[in-house]
């Protein structure tokens, strides 16, 4: 059992802790049964549509979208944060499942009209409509100021030509929130339409396998018409509807890292405590206790970095870009080398094909690239620091 001492951390109400408590009921009770199915590039498609079914039936999916079809009134990020450690902990497509479903819908729930949310946010709490989110294209990922997509207006419709990549849910999804560019150059010409999967002219060109399966694909629009009520804000706001989306859901990628390496530092606990050498458990030789404290100490840095952003964003409602790329990448880097030192330390066994931390080292990879890779969070880091300095010293 993972270290729940956390939850008494000031960053927390008692609705947090209860939400916590009863998630890892119900995670433990239900996830195990899909561990087969979400393992395998065959089944996951499948099992990330149940997944979703679950999620709704345990009304856990109300917490990714706002009152009236949710639970908060704006996203509670320290919940998403609670729920994506949770699930990740006990099964990485879980999460991915209940991540989607919030980043697919967040340009609604952020910026929607009322008749688009009310379109959109019942289906996604329900689970009788899937999410994904579509920025990156294949010469626009760390920068989508550079996309090329087009959406041009046409009466009453926008029509979409272009192609989008790396997309999460691709082929299991019926609604995308797609970015695109509606005018000049750069930026300030990007918008963003809800655009569903059988818009005529959309299609799933290509399913992409990762190291660690997961829905993900290509899409390419070809004259795909949609109705020009799918803008969702304003003509130019796609990059900053884009931007204070990340700013969300950052953390709580780093909250999915983090949940992977507390169930990384569970199964090496157990371990070294079973295993001997030379007669004495792992646990007692003092390079396994280095290794251990390593792990804890930056399973704890993480945590206290994912939840002051949270906490920050929920209190205080304001941009959180700094705090979030903190979380993000101190999580994901961090979980990356927790998790090295659980196959490490489990020796032969943590190589071996479907073994839980074989298992983690394949699930934390894409971590580090995906919703702004490291090196993204180290700019977002620096710049405002540099900003802040520069603020402070005018
Ligand atoms: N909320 C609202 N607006 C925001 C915002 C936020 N959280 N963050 C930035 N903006 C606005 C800024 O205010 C600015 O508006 P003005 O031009 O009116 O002042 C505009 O957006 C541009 O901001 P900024 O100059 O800070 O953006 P940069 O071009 O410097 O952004 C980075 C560069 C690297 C931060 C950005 O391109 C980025 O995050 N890239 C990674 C994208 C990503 O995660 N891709 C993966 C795909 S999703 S799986």
């Not at 207006?153 to 929130?177: F, M, P, V």
């Amino acid at each position: 059992m993972a270290d729940r001492s956390f939850l008494d951390w000031p960053f927390f109400s008692d609705r947090h802790r209860d939400l916590a408590d009863a998630l890892e009921i119900w995670a433990a009770d239900t996830l195990p049964a899909f561990a087969a199915r979400a393992h395998a590039e065959n089944t996951v498609a499948d099992a990330t549509r149940d997944l979703v079914a679950h999620l709704a039936k345990g009304g856990w999916l109300r917490h990714a979208v706002p009152t009236p079809y949710g639970l908060s009134q704006s996203l509670d990020v320290r919940s998403l944060c609670l729920i994506r450690e949770t699930l990740a902990r006990h099964l990485g497509l879980a999460d991915f499942a209940f991540a989607m479903q919030g980043l697919g819908s967040a340009p609604v729930s952020m910026f929607g009209s009322p008749a688009q949310r009310d379109a959109l946010l019942p289906g996604i709490a329900d689970g009788t409509k899937i999410g994904a989110f579509a920025l990156s294209e294949p010469g626009a990922g760390s920068n989508p100021a550079d996309m090329i997509t087009w959406a041009q207006r046409d009466g009453d419709q926008y029509i979409l030509n272009g192609e989008k990549t790396w997309i999460s849910n691709a082929g299991i999804a019926t609604h995308y929130t797609v970015f695109a560019r509606t005018g000049e150059d750069g930026a300030k010409g990007l918008s963003v339409l809800v655009v569903p999967a059988d818009a005529p002219g959309l299609t799933v060109a290509q399913k992409i396998a990762v190291i660690a399966p997961h829905p993900l694909g290509r899409l390419v629009f070809k004259d795909c018409r949609v109705p020009a009520d799918s803008l969702v804000g304003a003509e130019g706001d796609g990059f900053k509807i884009a931007m204070a989306t990340l700013d969300t859901f950052r953390s709580s990628v780093g909250a999915a890292a983090l949940g992977f390496a507390r169930r990384a530092l569970d199964e090496t606990l157990n371990r070294v405590n079973e295993r001997h050498i030379g007669g004495t458990p792992l646990a007692d030789h003092q390079m396994t206790q280095s290794r251990i404290a390593d792990m804890a100490l930056s399973i704890d840095a993480a945590a206290l970095l994912i939840y002051r952003a949270a906490w920050t964003k929920d209190s205080s409602g304001a941009r959180i870009s700094r705090e979030a790329a903190m979380a993000k990448l101190h999580a994901t880097e961090m979980a990356q080398q927790v998790i090295d030192s659980a196959v490490q330390l489990h020796g032969g066994l943590g190589v071996v094909s479907g073994s839980p931390v074989e298992v983690l080292y394949r699930e934390i990879r894409s971590l580090r690239i995906y919703e702004g890779t490291s090196e993204i969070q180290k700019l977002i880091i620096a710049q405002q620091t540099l900003r802040n300095h520069a603020g402070s010293t005018a």
